[in-house]
């Protein structure tokens, strides 16, 4: 018998649903019952400097030097100095210091700690190459220990199947628009609506951080390539624009070709 | 002759008696290195350091200590910028896993390690997003604006979306896109022209700075290619608990999987489905 079918997701996080979640949140919210953290000593200090083009790490020198200031900080600033004026307390001042290097700041044990923020343009993350292999494995064995169908095409046939296995009474239940609760399911048929929820929620995402495990994995070996967007030209010396590829390997050891960019053209370095 | 002949309750007793002798001493070796261990961890510390490492600080801090400080190795690229007056050396090993969400263990004679703190794998499906959550890094969790609330309010809040969610998942979606497009537009506009000959421009060949473009664009593609639902939030509640999914059938054919959220006022649905033939003729053996 031939059977048209579509599949869909639909309001997972819709505006309605969030109306009514947002009703029971605001009856628990956990913050309200927080106070306020006391400020410590040593940032009611109080601090007077001239404004002066300082660098990051300039700052944390001083701060050091005057206050004997503990500081860490989460990665290097993109901007590289900031023209800063202090007539206040310690306080305010790594309010302004954080605010002008997009930093958020707290204390822990008498150190201040630093943290990025993000959100001055240019601003990332750090991206170390050991670090990401390491993120990337574990979030792929965390996925793989579910049980669940890897081939995303496969949960609307579990959900045909399902429908298949439903008892007469079952059937006429639906069909006369009520409802009926996994919890009311036989033992297989249970088993097989969670097969088919299990891979209606994990299976797509599962092979994009495969494709990153392997991808990290084999970073040494890989390579850009550039090729020639216009096969036109009679010149010997490849011209612009370019298309750039990052060629890898996959899972089955395949050549995988990713596009970064489209149409380029190399800047000329200035003489 | 046979094993059981030499196994007489008196050799036994004789076999046992050094492993019983030396259990003690062996106790006692391991008290007096821990206790020095935590004696050196009580030394002051002073770092004037600019922007580095992690090997490089922690080499600081094991001269000054007599203790041997390391990282887990995938954890050495990492870059702070550290400056440190006279904090003993637990309290900077401390603010340093606080910076980080990370932790430390002294390990074993005179060896401390600073490690990512260690994410079981989950029991169950409805621990999965928190568990992926928990892996990433904290300063990507923070671009992300992934927020991971405390074990004690977790099963409060994880499940509640907020008005704010709306607004930070086109936010927090246009940000990694921007970051991937520029981390790409960057390394492309880096090549030099001479290096365009058709022939492969090989990892090694690159720059520092090239090669941190291209690991952007690769890892923030993935996490932009991966719904903001499960890197923010629990699972919705029919796959927290399948036994929970309400289903429906609308039109005849199309078989709804949902949780149905009814607060009295308003009505609303989340989940998924597709079209079946309900047969409703087979029975089901228990």
């Known amino acids: 018998m031939q059977f048209h079918k579509t599949t869909f997701f639909y309001g997972k996080y819709s505006k309605m649903a969030t109306i009514a979640f947002c009703c029971i ?36 020198v001083l701060l050091r030097e005057k206050f004997r200031v503990s500081i860490m900080t989460d990665g290097e600033p993109k ?55 390491q993120m990337t494995k574990e979030i792929v064995d965390v996925f793989r220990s579910v049980p669940f169908n890897t081939d995303p095409k496969q949960w609307p046939l579990m959900l045909q199947n399902l429908a298949q296995s439903f008892t007469p009474e079952q059937a006429q239940m639906l069909l006369d628009g009520q409802t009926l609760q996994g919890s009311q399911l036989a033992a297989p048929q249970l088993n097989l609506l969670t097969q088919a929820i299990y891979t209606a929620t994990f299976a797509q995402p599962l092979p994009i951080w495969e494709t990153l495990f392997f991808q990290l994995e084999g970073v040494p070996n890989s390579y850009l390539l ?35 960019a489209f149409s380029f053209a190399p800047k000329e370095e200035k003489p | ?70 990282a887990e190795p995938f954890l050495r690229e990492r870059k702070v910028v550290i400056q440190l007056d006279g904090v003993t050396a637990r309290t900077a090993l401390d603010a340093l896993a606080e910076l980080h969400d990370w932790t430390w263990r002294d390990m074993d004679a005179n060896r401390v390690l600073i490690m990512r703190r260690r994410v079981r794998l989950p029991a169950e499906a409805a621990a999965l997003p928190r568990r992926i959550q928990s892996i990433i890094p904290k300063d990507i969790r923070t671009f992300l604006e992934i927020s991971l609330p405390s074990d004690d309010l977790r099963r409060y809040v994880s499940p509640i979306p907020t008005f704010d969610r709306i607004d930070a998942k086109d936010r927090v979606s246009q940000r ?111």
């Open chain 1, 79 to 133: 901007r590289e100095n900031a023209t800063l004026e202090f007539d206040g307390n310690l306080k305010t001042a790594l309010d302004k210091i954080a605010d002008a290097f997009d930093y958020t700041w707290t204390t822990k044990s008498g150190i201040v700690l630093m943290n990025k923020r993000f959100k001055s343009k240019g601003e990332q993350p750090q991206v170390n190459l050991p670090e990401m292999r």
């Open chain 2, 1 to 70: 002759m046979k094993f059981s002949r030499i196994l007489t309750g008196q050799n036994l007793l004789l076999l046992m008696l050094p492993a019983c002798l030396l259990l003690p001493v062996t106790v006692l070796a391991q008290d007096k290195a821990k206790s020095q261990v935590a004696e050196r961890l009580q030394t002051k510390v002073s770092v004037t350091l600019g922007t580095v490492t992690l090997p490089a600080v922690l080499d600081t801090l094991s001269k000054q200590t007599g203790l041997t400080i390391e």
């Open chain 1, 226 to 260: 550039a090729k020639v967007r216009s096969e036109q030209s009679e010149s010997d010396v490849p011209q612009p624009p370019f298309d750039l590829f990052y060629m890898t390997r996959d899972k089955n050891g395949k050549a995988r070709s990713e596009t970064l």
């Open chain 2, 176 to 286: 990694t896109f921007a970051l991937v497009g520029e981390a790409r537009n960057l390394l492309a506009a880096s090549l030099k022209p001479e290096n365009l000959d058709g022939e492969p421009i090989r990892w090694k060949a690159l720059s520092a700075s090239q090669k941190e473009r291209l690991l952007t664009s690769v890892v923030f593609a993935a996490l932009w290619h991966t719904s903001f639902d499960l890197l923010h939030s629990d699972l919705p509640p029919y796959a927290a608990n399948p036994a929970s999914a309400s289903l429906q059938v609308e039109g005849g054919t199309t078989l709804h999987i949902r949780t149905i959220v009814n607060d009295g006022k308003t009505r609303s649905t989340m989940g998924f489905g597709t079209q079946v033939n309900i047969l409703g003729g087979t029975e089901v053996k228990p």
């Open chain 1, 25 to 60: 949140a605001g009856s628990i919210n956990p913050c309200a019952a927080q106070k306020p953290a006391a400020t410590p000593a040593f940032l009611k200090q109080t601090f007077r400097a001239d404004a002066e083009k300082r660098t990051f790490a300039e700052l944390t």
